[in-house]
Each structure stands twice: as structure tokens, then as C-alpha cells.
């Protein structure tokens, strides 16, 4: 979810190629989409939580894979996000829908990610590419591919339901603490960046 801030120290070994395993997972993230939105507005909650799961093993495990054998790719780059962005918004619309979560939840997360595309936007036009990514976004996201999957388990009415309820809203409450934690240092890293660039001869 934090897929947006590159680092703008990339490694040398990006490359222009498509057809990777990392960019497959995300690919396959995309196509998990439209999969989710039918199965939750038909109640297959099954199907559901099956691709809830599955995009939050691929959303890790294409970026392992691409550090770990070294597939990082630039289409890659502008892809993981795309794919990242729509499974958080498509998932959070279709739990609110079924009043699995409240709209207080929605509404916390998307104004996140408002301020953060303010905070990216404006850095571009300061000719900025990006933050590096740190410790507290990814277990921002960490917590809340997880809590998805709990909560909608927990909307069942039997021991299953009872048991993940505190357990996905554990990982909720800790996601969401992060998620804005984790905007608040981007943006103490934005100001030390945009003042670096101010001092240093053009």
C-alpha cells in the first residue's frame, strides 16, 4: 500500500522487462478485482476470502521475489501500486457494502491516501521522484492484509466469527495507527528533502 513512495535511490539492476514473476503476481492481484467485487456483493463469502488471501500472499511475495533474484523491473514499479491500490479500495468498499466495516474505517484509510497523493504531488512539482519506503508502512500493510480477511470471517455467526473478530480488528486498529504514523514520517522526510534541495547550488 505504500507501493507509491520509491526510493530515489534505485537499483541499477531495473530493468524494462515485462513479463516477470513479480509483475505475473500483480497481474494476477488485478484480475482478483472483479473476482472480489462479485463475490462479496453475491455473499460467496468463500471466493472472497479466498482472494483476500491469495492478493495479500502475492502483494508480499512480488516484491521478496523481485529483491531476492533480482527481477525488479520499471513496469513492475508503476504496477505493484496500481494493483495495491485497487484490491485496498475495491476491498474496503465491498466490507463497508455488506456493513462488515463501518464507513469511519473507509474513510480513515482513503483520507490517508489523500494526503498522501498531496504530499506526492507536491514533491513532483519540486522535482522530487519520491521518499523511501520504511519500517512503518510496510507493517502498516502488513496489519491490515491481514485484518481483511479476519474481519470478514468474523461476520459469521459461529466460533470461526467469534474467534477472528478481535483478532482482524487487532490488526485493523494496529493497521490503521501505522498507516498515519507512517504518513506522518513521510512527510518529516518530504520536509527535510525539500529543504536539503533548497540549499544545495542548482
Do not use: C
Amino acid at each position: 500500500m505504500d507501493g507509491e513512495i520509491v526510493s530515489e535511490h534505485r537499483p541499477a539492476e531495473v530493468s524494462g522487462r515485462l513479463l516477470t514473476l513479480p509483475n505475473v503476481l500483480s497481474i494476477l492481484r488485478l484480475i482478483g478485482v472483479p473476482v472480489f467485487i462479485w463475490a462479496i456483493l453475491t455473499e460467496a463469502d468463500g471466493w472472497a476470502l479466498l482472494v483476500l488471501m491469495l492478493s495479500g500472499m502475492t502483494d508480499y511475495a512480488d516484491g521478496k521475489i523481485a529483491r531476492k533474484f533480482h527481477m525488479e523491473s520499471r513496469f513492475g514499479q508503476l504496477l505493484d501500486p496500481v494493483a495495491d491500490r485497487l484490491y485496498i479500495l475495491t476491498t474496503l468498499i465491498g466490507l463497508a457494502w455488506r456493513d462488515i466495516i463501518p464507513v469511519w474505517l473507509v474513510a480513515a484509510l482513503v483520507l490517508r491516501e489523500l494526503v498522501m497523493s498531496v504530499m506526492l504531488l507536491h514533491l513532483r512539482r519540486r522535482g522530487t521522484v519520491g521518499l523511501p519506503v520504511h519500517f512503518v508502512g510496510k507493517a502498516a500493510t502488513f496489519n491490515l492484509l491481514y485484518a481483511f480477511p479476519l474481519l470478514l470471517l468474523a461476520n459469521r455467526t459461529d466460533w470461526i466469527g467469534e474467534l477472528a473478530r478481535p483478532v482482524g480488528w487487532g490488526f485493523a486498529w494496529w493497521g490503521i495507527v501505522l498507516y498515519w504514523l507512517a504518513a506522518v514520517l513521510y512527510a518529516l522526510q518530504a520536509r527535510f528533502v525539500l529543504a536539503r534541495a533548497s540549499v544545495e547550488p542548482a
